[in-house]
């Protein structure tokens, strides 16, 4: 594997399970030191063996990220054992299911406190150390592009994820440093547990196949490495082709037996 970031240290939440732990062990093949950074302490010192195992530096950081305190001395911690961080990743996320007529405001708000406050509780301390070539990356979803029924506060804090790439984007640019999301679709991790009640999924999916972390953790290790250094709030969409598959496209598809 190319080791496109020596000597980088990097931040991923959420890094203790799924997307996050995949990024966090691809980053580290390619040469990152990782913090990696989960409210689940356990796990988050599982990710960091592995990466010991194979000859990698990492720390485990535990952190609420809705939490503003726990996100400066997340920080801090990391700097102090790690060094300055260049390439930050905003991945930790919940999801839960209601329709909205059956929504609750407690539900409402801790989506949003954890899927949005935290990202820009860390961007905003992260933007004032960092420099040119550094990185920020944030996980929205598919479902901030088509919405998700029983999930429209999920959706919503996808979507605002979004706006906030390209807004901060736009105001670190001439800095050199880049703000993008990633979208992915369905991906298999403890989040996405019940896709076993749809056995056709992976029918229905253009690339006939569901999306893993790795597929997700290759897009975040492009984003994060020099290679990407002129894309900036930008989305990459990691779906198999799902979002294509508009009424007019699966029909066709179908007649044709593509
Ligand atoms: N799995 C999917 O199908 C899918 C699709 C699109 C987007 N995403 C997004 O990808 C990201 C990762 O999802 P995943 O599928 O790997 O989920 P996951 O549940 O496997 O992992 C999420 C991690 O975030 C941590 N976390 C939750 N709340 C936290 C908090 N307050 N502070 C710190 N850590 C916290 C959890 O402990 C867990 O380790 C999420 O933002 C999710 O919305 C997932």
Not at 54 to 81: F, L, M
Not at 214 to 230: H, M, Q, R, T, Y
Request: hydrophobic share 45%; with cysteine.
């Amino acid at each position: 594997m190319e080791k496109r970031l020596i000597d980088r240290v990097a931040l991923v939440t959420g890094a203790a399970s799924g997307i996050g732990m995949a990024i966090a062990l691809r980053f580290a093949k390619e040469g990152a030191k990782v913090s990696v950074v989960d409210l689940n302490l356990e796990g988050a010192n599982k990710v960091v063996n592995e990466i010991q195992d194979e000859g990698g530096k990492a720390i485990a950081v535990q952190c609420d990220v809705s939490n503003e305190d726990q996100v400066g001395r997340a920080i801090e911690e990391t700097e102090e054992n790690l060094g300055r961080i260049g390439i930050l990743v905003n991945n930790a996320g919940i999801i839960n299911y209601s329709l909205v007529k059956d929504m609750t405001t407690e539900q409402w708000h801790k989506i949003f406190k954890i899927n949005v406050d935290g990202m820009f509780y860390f961007s905003r301390i992260l933007i004032k150390s960092m420099q040119k070539g550094d990185r920020i990356i944030n996980m929205s979803s598919l479902n901030a592009l088509c919405g998700q029924v029983t999930a429209a506060h999920y959706a919503a804090t996808k979507a605002a994820i979004l706006g906030f790439t390209r807004s901060l984007a736009l105001e670190v640019a001439h800095k050199g440093i880049t703000v993008n999301a990633i979208a992915p679709a369905m991906i298999l991790t403890p989040m996405s547990e019940g896709l076993e009640a749809m056995p056709d999924y992976a029918k229905e999916v253009p690339v006939k196949r569901y999306g893993t972390p790795e597929d997700v953790a290759a897009a975040a290790a492009f984003l994060a490495s020099p290679e990407s250094g002129f894309i900036t709030g930008q989305v990459i969409v990691v779906d198999g082709g799902n979002i294509l598959l508009n009424p007019t496209q699966r029909i066709l598809v179908q007649l044709l037996g593509l």
